[in-house]
């Protein structure tokens, strides 16, 4: 038994304990990041005005969108596969084939095991973008990676 648990069963979750993976590969998961944004699917619908009733305006269901996964971190060493990987899809132009990957994302509990889990499928980088810099602050240089993919899932 650990000396230290960070939550009972009963409390939510921390939301800064959490790992990234991308791929397949165990070579490719990185837990390196401070901040993951973008988990919203949302029901888009469509204003249908019935005739004769003009108290209100219908919404009917049309698809669900996703917004774009934004990883940030810390400027990373060439070496990260997740980089490489960013830099081939984007400097390659459309002359080289994309190679979209399935990345999950897991909330973890006090000793390390997944609470949630979210997989965002065929995803693929859209845009890879360096934090200004400023020499009045104190701060780690960061980078910031956005993800499209095709559809999420929670998974646990």
């Known amino acids: 038994m650990p000396d230290v648990l960070w939550t009972r069963p009963q409390d939510p979750p921390a939301a800064f304990y959490f790992t990234v993976t991308f791929g397949t590969n165990p070579q490719d998961a ?21 005739g004769g009733e003009n108290r209100y305006v219908l919404a009917l269901p049309k698809a669900v969108k996703h917004p774009k996964l934004v990883l940030k971190r810390g400027i990373a060493p060439n070496s990260s596969r997740l ?12 002359n080289r084939p994309v190679f979209p990957k399935q990345v999950h994302l897991f909330l973890l509990d006090g000793l390390g095991r997944p609470l949630r889990a ?11 973008e360096v934090e200004p810099f ?4 104190n701060e780690v240089a960061v980078e910031k990676i956005e993800l499209s993919y095709a559809f999420s899932k929670r998974e646990v």
């Not at 990185?30 to 204003?47: C, H, K, L, N």
């Not at 980089?83 to 459309?94: E, F, R």
């Not at 400023?134 to 602050?137: C, E, I, R, V």
């Open 30 to 50: 990185d837990s390196s990041f401070r901040e993951v944004s973008g988990i919203a699917p949302e029901m888009e619908t469509e204003p249908v005005v019935e």
């Open 83 to 94: 980089l490489m990987w960013c830099q081939a899809v984007l400097d390659g132009g459309l």
């Open 118 to 128: 979210w997989s965002f499928d065929n995803a693929w980088p859209v845009k890879l």
């Open 134 to 137: 400023n020499a009045t602050k």
